[in-house]
C-alpha cells in the first residue's frame, strides 16, 4: 500500500504558467513511496525540457508505463532512451501496432515512431503483459480492458495499410494505485471508454 504519492504533468496540450512548453500529448512524472515512474513521454518535443525546468531527472526513471501506442504517448521514448541505461517499458502486447488516422483517401501513421528493435538496441526492455503488472509495490497496470459497453472510433484504425481494419485499442490500460487513503486511478486517453475502465477498476 503507498503512503506518499504525488503526479507532476510533464507534458500536456495546454500550459498553466510561463516558462513550460505545451505539444499535444501526455507524461506524468509519478512518485511513489520515493519511487519514480513515467507514464507516458508525449510526442517528444517537449518532455526534457519541461522536465528539468520542473526539476524532475529523466536519466533517475527506470520504469515507464505507456498507456496505449499513439505517437503523442510514445514519441518521446527516443529521448528516454538516448539518456543511456537499461529502462522497463510496461505496456499491451498489442502497443507496436500498426496504426492510422483516415479520412477519405488519406492515411496518417498515428502509431509509435520507433520499432521495437530500435528501442530495444537502445537499451529499453519491454515487458508486455494482457494482465495486469505490478510496476511498484501498491502501483499496478489495468492490463487489457474489457469491454462490456462497446467503443467505435471512426477513422483511427489499425493493421496493414492494404487491409485495414478499426482499431479496437486493446492496448489501452490505465495504472492503479492502492494508497492509505483509496484507490486512485491514472488515465491516458480512455480509448476504452470511461465506464469499462471503471467497471475494470473495481473488479481489480
Known sequence: MISSLSIKVLVENKVNREGLLGEHGLSLSIRCDGQDVLFDTGYGQALEY?????????????RIVLSHGHFDHTGGLGKIAALGGN???YGHPDLFNERFSV???????IGIPFSRKEL???????SLDT??????????????IPRVVPMIFPGLMSGRKEALKPDLFRDDLFMLADTDWG???ILGCTHSGLANTLEHAMKM
Open 87 to 89: 529502462r522497463t517499458v
Open 103 to 109: 479520412k477519405g483517401e488519406n492515411r496518417l501513421s
Open 120 to 126: 530495444e538496441a537502445e537499451g529499453l526492455i519491454f
Open 131 to 144: 494482465a495486469p503488472q505490478e510496476v511498484v509495490p501498491g502501483l499496478r497496470t489495468s492490463g487489457e
Open 50 to 62: 519541461n522536465a528539468r525546468e520542473l526539476g524532475t531527472d529523466l536519466r533517475g526513471i527506470g
Open 183 to 185: 484507490y486512485v486511478l
